[in-house]
């Protein structure tokens, strides 16, 4: 993030930005390598919220969802927030992922992002994994009570947009006003607030590539 006031005035515009190549390569690659393989599965938790209720189940459950999905398909199409998705509740310690944490909580890149959003931020207050395989979803949200500042890290590799898992930002009428495809080792980055609804497209069926994102909220 070497130009502070062409990011800052591309920023001000929907308080929404996109930073190409935000991580140091080998770094991004690594981290890809990791949350990608194998070993990495048993950390990936399958949660659901089917508009009332929600549901978390580790790695390799063998419970029956037709009828918590068959909820979820009923509410989505009444409007009702849900989403289907897999993510992390704890972070593995590695030198790569110590290595990202240090740069997302050091001085240097919080005080780019509060230069940039003119905010005052001061600390990460959450953030995980998170991988989307076919059909998974987020819909319409705002991340209230998150932070004032939201983040994505994409660290998806050889994705196409006609795949969906497509990030969405609306207008105060509900349209669509931006849109941004997984971009390996891309940084989105967005203030939290009643203006900031978004939704993440369903990933279609046919796809055998998974997205991944690092995904937190500073304030």
């Not at 308080?15 to 950390?43: G, H, Q």
């Not at 705002?142 to 207008?171: P, Q």
Request: proline share 2%.
């Amino acid at each position: 993030m070497d130009d502070i006031e062409y990011l800052k005035e591309k920023y001000s515009k929907d308080k929404i930005i996109s930073i190409p190549n935000i991580l140091d390569k080998n770094i991004a690659n690594n981290i890809y390598n990791i949350i990608s393989s194998k070993i990495f599965d048993r950390l990936w938790y399958l949660t659901i919220h089917d508009g009332k209720t929600k549901y978390i189940y580790p790695y390799r459950h063998n419970r029956n969802l037709s009828g918590i999905l068959n909820r979820l398909k009923d509410n989505k199409r009444k409007g009702i927030f849900t989403y289907y998705i897999n993510r992390t509740f704890q972070i593995p310690k590695n030198i790569y992922i110590t290595k990202l944490f240090q740069f997302l909580i050091s001085e240097k890149f919080i005080k780019s992002l509060n230069e940039i959003s003119d905010k005052n931020i001061t600390e990460l207050s959450e953030v995980f994994i998170s991988k989307y395989e076919k059909n998974c979803f987020l819909d319409i949200h705002e991340d209230k009570n998150k932070g004032d500042i939201a983040f994505v890290i994409s660290l998806t590799k050889d994705w196409r947009i006609d795949y969906g898992g497509i990030l969405h930002f609306l207008d105060d009428n509900g349209d669509i006003k931006n849109t941004f495809s997984p971009k390996f080792n891309n940084l989105i980055f967005f203030e939290v607030n009643n203006k900031s609804k978004h939704f993440v497209s369903s990933i279609n069926n046919y796809v055998k590539n998974k997205r991944y994102c690092i995904t937190g909220w500073y304030k």
